[in-house]
């Protein structure tokens, strides 16, 4: 059985410190053969979710604002096993791509989503890791999905392009994620 993942960066430095955290996340599960994809979300043009109801009313699990890309996402996490969202801290929480994501996807998929795993990985300067890791996970709880951790909080301690690198913590912490993530989809697989 061949297995996914898929991955979202919302930070909108494509090759900033979420990036790089993320690869080394996606390493790790590459290695054990799952196939893994990373996505850019981090400074495109997302709305918000509108709570129209079009969505629910369908019974289809696509958004019906159709014009920036999100029914693709959607898609894509519908037919992953795993997902991974990676953002920075913007004033406490996610970035607002990451946020639109989150919301538009949260009601377009119903209850599609139980049982898929699903993991967070944040990137901080200072202080706000907790609360941008926090919301991440509260989305994936809600939609019954089983969320994968590590030795710490999925975060890295970095504020300039590259400082991840530095960050020894963070990368153990990032490469246990990967092997744990691994582990659980095999288990959740039958592999």
């Known amino acids: 059985m061949s297995l996914k993942v898929i991955a979202f960066n919302g930070s909108p430095r494509a090759n900033g410190n ?4 993320l690869r080394i996340v996606l390493e790790q599960l590459e290695k054990t053969g799952i196939e893994t994809e990373l996505i850019q979300l981090g400074g495109k043009t997302l709305a918000g ?15 019906f604002q159709d014009d920036d890309g999100m029914n693709e996402y959607i898609v894509k996490i519908l037919e992953a096993d795993g997902v991974i969202i990676g953002s920075p801290v913007y004033f406490g929480n ?3 791509e990451v946020k639109a994501l989150i919301d538009r996807v ?8 139980k049982n898929k795993v699903g993991t967070a990985v944040v990137s901080v300067r200072r202080a706000g890791s ?3 890791y926090a919301a991440i996970n509260f989305f ?3 939609k019954q999905m089983i969320i ?10 970095s504020r300039e392009v ?11 912490t990032f490469v246990t994620l990967g092997e744990n993530m691994a582990w659980l989809l095999s288990k959740t697989h039958g592999e």
């Open 18 to 21: 979420t990036y790089q955290s």
């Open 49 to 63: 979710c509108r709570a129209c109801g079009a969505c629910r009313q369908s019974g289809e699990p696509r958004c």
């Open 94 to 96: 996610v970035t607002p």
């Open 106 to 113: 949260g009601y377009t998929t119903g209850s599609r989503l």
């Open 130 to 132: 907790n609360f941008t």
């Open 140 to 142: 994936f709880g809600i």
């Open 148 to 157: 994968a951790t590590s030795s710490y909080w999925n975060m890295t301690l």
């Open 162 to 172: 590259g400082d991840v690198q530095q960050d020894a913590e963070g990368i153990r």
